[in-house]
């Protein structure tokens, strides 16, 4: 175990996925992924008298059915980790404290699927946790209204805006043998290429994810054909194109390998999500449902799932200041 | 005649916002605030008082016409009590307005839940 | 790394930006505008024929009556809808003024009605009212002045 090159993890003692949950919202269900989801909730309210205590009702709800897949109780896990896209990641915390378990609360914006699961990871391999929790969530409504405006108002989003998906994926790690192992993970770092636009996400973050697969492919010494699939989290239709051109400017061809979480979660055709889906749980829930089950039926057999984050706040925006955005990468193998 | 000149005026105004809204990174707070301000500089020299004349709910339904009204019922005010009279007048006109906006949205906001 | 694109990304990446449908919004934009202006119209001639108001003070009626129908677009969750249809033809409107109050308004109940709806209600629409006054007071000084000195 250990580093691999600049910025990479090899999990060598083995790290294998116990379960995975995912919980969604009613749009999201009438996506491509449709039926894929372990529970899909029919209002947006989640029944919750709130957006926030939606936002928990669908991590909740993810982290539950991970555990009952396993066959575990909250007390079996070791270390819990989660984040969300919410000011002092309110959803994370609170579920936290419901959860009673040792904590760690991480931020990165939608890339926190992969930064939770390769820290999970990270603990199970150097034996400093034997059952690890990752999990993470957004909410359309929470994130548009913190980040952008009120739900009911009237706005104009342009073509290149994403829609924040309303969802939560958790998965358990250990080092118990499994049908998918955790490979490695490539830890990113903040890219920031001087984008200022806040209903442009994609074109800011695909540098941040060109960047991580480039090197997580220079760290391991392996090129796209090694892989059945490399996904990136939230990219979607304007993002998509240019990390695909930006990483083969570096030498390394995805074609034909190459997809986005944000496409292929929603049905761009009929659903009106403009270019694709965003948020914490879009990587989260296409990944831990949609591609978990593909990695099992023998579809894919190793997969690179970049997640994309962008670390902006209205409040920088406002300050004319540009978007910082990161990747973290992690690698899925079947077995 | 009057309803076909409320409609072209009204409507031209608003795309002359959303020329802006295409062209510009303006957001919409930013527009509105544009126009509120062309509304008032516009009845500064007299003019938005002849659109209205021409056009009726075309000139008076916009935003621009909040400007509009605001300088109107300064500069009645100013008429009779002087520069302080704008201070005085200012809101005179745009009470209506105003004023039903807060309680509608209140009573709207007590009444129903957002949608998302 | 280096390439093409990233050196130049600002520029490089206009080409994969989606297509713009300006006439298409604007279009759109002129014909709902277009359509809340001459509501407004027909409003005003009904204040004016059978509640005995005059062409002068028919405005104030008739901009609070467009306020109560747009209020309740934004309450029923109408609003956001046209206004993605309409872009400018809904938001330079007076009703565009209002659904940014009443959904600002709407949005924060959760955090009660003192710091939740009634502190939040001009989140969107202060600064129209700022500007509005700052530049009345402006224009209203400088055309009182031109007024007395000449």
């Known amino acids: 175990m250990g580093l691999l090159g600049k910025q990479t993890w090899e999990f060598t003692n083995g790290v294998y996925v116990q379960s995975s949950g995912t919980a969604v919202g009613p749009r999201e269900n009438l996506g491509l992924l449709k039926g894929t989801y372990d529970y899909a909730y029919e209002d947006l309210h989640c029944n919750e008298d709130n957006w926030e205590l939606a936002e928990r009702a669908l991590l909740r709800n993810a982290i539950s059915t991970t555990l009952k897949k396993a066959d575990k109780n909250v007390e079996d896990i070791d270390v819990f980790l989660a984040g969300d896209l919410l000011n002092q990641n309110v959803t994370a915390n609170f579920i936290a404290r419901e959860l009673q378990l040792p904590f760690l609360c991480m931020f990165g914006a939608c890339s926190t699927s992969m930064e939770t699961a390769a820290l999970g990871a990270q603990l199970i391999d150097s034996g400093y946790a034997k059952l690890a929790l990752a999990g993470t969530s957004s909410h359309n409504a929470t994130a548009e209204r913190q980040y952008r405006y009120p739900t009911e108002y009237g706005g104009q989003k342009p073509d290149s805006a994403t829609f924040t998906v309303t969802g939560a994926g958790s998965i358990l790690l250990s080092s118990k043998k499994s049908r998918i192992k955790v490979k490695c993970a490539t830890i990113g770092t903040v890219q920031d290429l001087g984008l200022k636009n806040p209903f442009d996400m994609g074109s800011a973050m695909a540098p941040a994810a060109a960047y991580t697969i480039v090197q997580h492919f220079k760290d391991t010494n392996t090129t796209p054909d090694d892989y059945d699939l490399i996904v990136t989290g939230d990219l979607s239709a304007v993002g998509a194109p240019i990390c695909e051109q930006l990483v083969k400017e570096e030498g390394y061809d995805m074609s034909g390998k190459y997809n986005d979480c944000g496409l292929l979660i929603y049905d761009r055709d009929n659903q009106e999500v403009f270019a694709g889906g965003s948020g914490c749980a879009c990587s989260a829930v296409v990944t831990y449902s949609h591609l978990f089950q593909e990695l099992k039926k023998g579809t894919y057999k190793k997969i690179l799932v970049a997640a994309t984050g962008a670390l902006l706040s209205p409040t920088m925006i406002q300050q004319k200041e540009s978007i910082p955005t990161i990747s973290h990468a992690v690698v899925f193998e079947s077995c | 005649m009057e309803f076909v000149y409320a409609f072209i005026v009204g409507g031209l105004i608003c795309v002359v ?92 906001a007590l009444l129903f839940k957002p949608k998302g | 790394m280096s390439g093409k694109l990233k050196s130049n990304y600002q520029e490089g990446i206009k080409q994969y930006q989606p297509k713009k449908h300006v006439l298409r919004n604007c279009i759109r934009a002129f014909l709902v505008g277009g359509f809340i202006c001459f509501l407004g119209e027909a409003i005003s001639e009904i204040y004016i024929n059978y509640f005995g108001f005059t062409d002068k003070n028919a405005g104030d009626p008739t901009v609070a009556t467009l306020v109560l129908i747009s209020s309740l677009l934004t309450g029923l969750g109408l609003y956001d809808k046209i206004g993605q249809f309409a872009g400018a033809g809904s938001a330079v409107p007076v009703t565009g003024f209002a659904n940014s109050m009443t959904s600002a308004a709407m949005e924060h109940r959760s955090e009660g009605l003192v710091l939740g709806v009634a502190t939040n209600m001009f989140k969107l629409a202060g600064c129209v009212i700022v500007y509005g006054v700052v530049s009345a007071y402006i224009v209203g000084m400088i055309r009182y002045a031109f007024k007395v000195l000449f």
């Open chain 2, 17 to 108: 916002g959303q020329l802006l809204f295409e062209f510009t990174k303006l957001t919409p707070g930013h527009v509105m605030c544009i126009f509120v301000v062309i509304g008032s500089i516009l009845d500064g020299f007299g003019i938005y008082d002849k659109l209205i004349e021409f056009a009726g709910a075309g000139a008076t339904v916009p935003i621009t016409s909040f400007g509009h009204s605001l300088l109107h019922g300064a500069m009645a005010e100013a008429n009779q009590h002087g520069f302080v009279g704008i201070g005085m007048g200012i809101f005179s006109l745009t009470s209506s307005g105003i004023s039903a906006a807060i309680l509608f949205s209140f009573i709207v």
